[in-house]
């Protein structure tokens, strides 16, 4: 079992950076992270993901080339540095592990996550 706190939620003008933040509680940290947000009125979405090694990483292709996922094992954390915000990237992100270390297949599928966080709220105006 692992707890999932997000941080680092904000307002922030377009063209702006946030980094956010998730911190896991429990033994181990062996697990696949993402990131998925949820706009208002939406369906939940994949944002990006790492496996446990930090060696593979994935992008839903609106977030590629913007946003960078990281993993720092030894504190338990992962981040998630978002660049040139968008007013369509406003939304709550949500940090997720899965208990499938080196999730690949469905690694952007919502389902395939076991343990959520609370979210942060990101708000980007125009």
């Known amino acids: 079992q692992v707890q999932l706190v997000e941080s680092g939620g904000g307002l922030v003008q377009a063209g702006g950076s946030l980094r956010l933040s998730c911190t896991a509680s429990?033994?181990?940290?062996?697990?696949?992270m993402g990131w998925f947000r949820q706009a208002p009125g939406k369906e939940r979405e994949f944002v990006a993901a790492?496996?446990?090694?930090?060696?593979?990483?994935y992008y839903a292709d609106s977030m590629k080339g913007r946003f960078t996922i990281s993993r720092d094992n030894a504190k338990k954390m992962v981040y998630l540095q978002m660049n040139s915000l968008k007013p369509e990237d406003t939304a709550v992100y949500y940090c997720?592990?899965?208990?499938?270390?080196?999730?690949?297949?469905?690694?952007?599928?919502?389902?395939?996550?076991?343990?959520w966080g609370q979210g942060t709220h990101v708000t980007v105006t125009s």
């Open positions: 997720a592990a899965a208990d499938n270390r080196a999730l690949k297949v469905g690694v952007g599928v919502r389902q395939s996550y076991d343990y």
């Open positions: 429990g033994r181990t940290f062996s697990y696949t």
């Open positions: 790492v496996i446990w090694s930090g060696l593979s990483t």
